[in-house]
């Protein structure tokens, strides 16, 4: 019989009979040909032994702790994990909080806040994919831009909830200032990106012009991509003002025209929520404006090419879904 083996029921009967007979377990193991081991744990208790044992380590969490977090989370639905077990004192894992989590049917869910889709806006939305179905290499002359809010609390327009059956789905507000924010204006290509401009401030045409100039927009967009580029902007007032298309006719710049309420067409969108995810991992908030402000400038230089060339050509897929959902939502 190998050793390691757990005593049979023939050899339990067999050690006891040996141990009656006032032989040692040394002797009761060699007679029967196994080691001391499982004669010494037979012995000490033959009522538990080979007994099925639960194994493993000891709870973590008492009742008590599980009411607690269960509580505070229902209270505080968009706490991450680490700010939960800070906040209630307790000491156990991200692991062993995420299961009790899960034990309740509680899961980590995005708000929802994509704008909503009105007959007009897919109308517009299929018209423009149709128009563009046939665009390839095309997208890669396209320099993307867009605006984005950075709250020093959380990001703004990323915003994740705890939510079960029990609790009712929560929808967070895109313009809402959290403690203080970084307003910022990016533009993205298949061929990297420009400088980031921080947007201080209310904007009107104007001063959108003057950022664009400041960003240098006619330099940058041949240098992205230097035999032609086109401008793409969403239909924002100040993007679309008299002033602002007369600039654009000025420099000789291209403009994409863009249908209303599509961010899910739009690559760079990606790229906030891209930059969001790095800048507040681990549940990070920020004390001033100053910290959050080099942050996104650092989260931003990360950027590589390899990332936005495969964005870019994710744009063929967009535009065919839309078409495929006749102007709807897009999973992008």
């Known amino acids: ?32 040909g196994r080691s001391r081991a499982p004669i010494d744990n037979f012995l000490k208790d033959p009522t538990k032994y080979n ?11 008492s ?16 706490e991450s994990i680490p700010s939960i077990i800070a906040k209630t004192s307790i000491k156990a894992s991200n692991s062993t909080i995420r299961r009790l989590l899960q034990a ?37 002359t396209v320099v993307f831009s867009d605006e984005k809010k950075f709250n020093l609390d959380g990001p703004d327009g990323y915003k994740y909830f705890w939510a079960d059956k029990n609790m009712p789905e929560t929808i967070y507000s895109r313009r809402q200032n959290a403690g203080g924010s970084v307003m910022v204006w990016g533009a993205i290509s298949a061929k990297g990106t420009m400088d980031l401009q921080i947007m201080n401030g209310r904007y009107n045409a104007n001063r959108y012009i003057e950022m664009l100039d400041n960003a240098c927009l006619f330099e940058e967009g041949h240098r992205l991509c230097p035999e ?3 401008f793409q902007q969403d239909g924002a ?7 602002s298309m007369e600039y654009f ?23 906030w929520g891209k930059l969001s995810n790095e800048i507040y991992k681990e549940g990070r908030q920020y004390d001033t404006v100053n910290d959050l402000k080099n942050a996104i400038m650092s989260a931003w230089g990360n950027l590589n090419e390899d990332y936005l060339t495969e964005l870019i050509s994710s744009m063929k897929n967009r535009v065919f ?11 992008y």
Do not use: C, Y
């Open 249 to 271: 006719d000025a420099m000789g710049i291209e403009v994409l025209p863009w249908p209303a309420r599509s961010p899910d067409l739009n690559p760079i969108e990606n790229v």
């Open 1 to 32: 019989m190998p050793k390691g083996i757990k005593l049979s029921e023939f050899e339990k009967g067999q050690v006891i009979a040996l141990d009656k007979e006032g032989f040692s377990h040394r002797d009761i193991a060699k007679k029967l």
């Open 228 to 230: 032609k580029f086109i």
């Open 104 to 140: 309740n049917n509680i899961t980590r869910k995005k708000m929802k806040g994509h704008p909503r889709l009105l007959p007009q806006h897919k109308v517009a939305r299929l018209e423009f994919a149709r128009k563009h179905q046939t665009w390839d290499d095309e997208w890669k």
């Open 237 to 243: 007032t100040i993007h679309t003002a008299k002033s």
């Open 321 to 331: 879904e839309v078409i495929n959902k006749n102007g709807g939502v897009t999973h």
């Open 63 to 78: 009742p008590r702790d599980k009411r607690l977090i269960l509580g505070h989370l229902r209270k505080n639905r968009r």
């Open 51 to 61: 007994s099925k044992n639960a194994g493993g380590r000891p709870k973590v969490l």
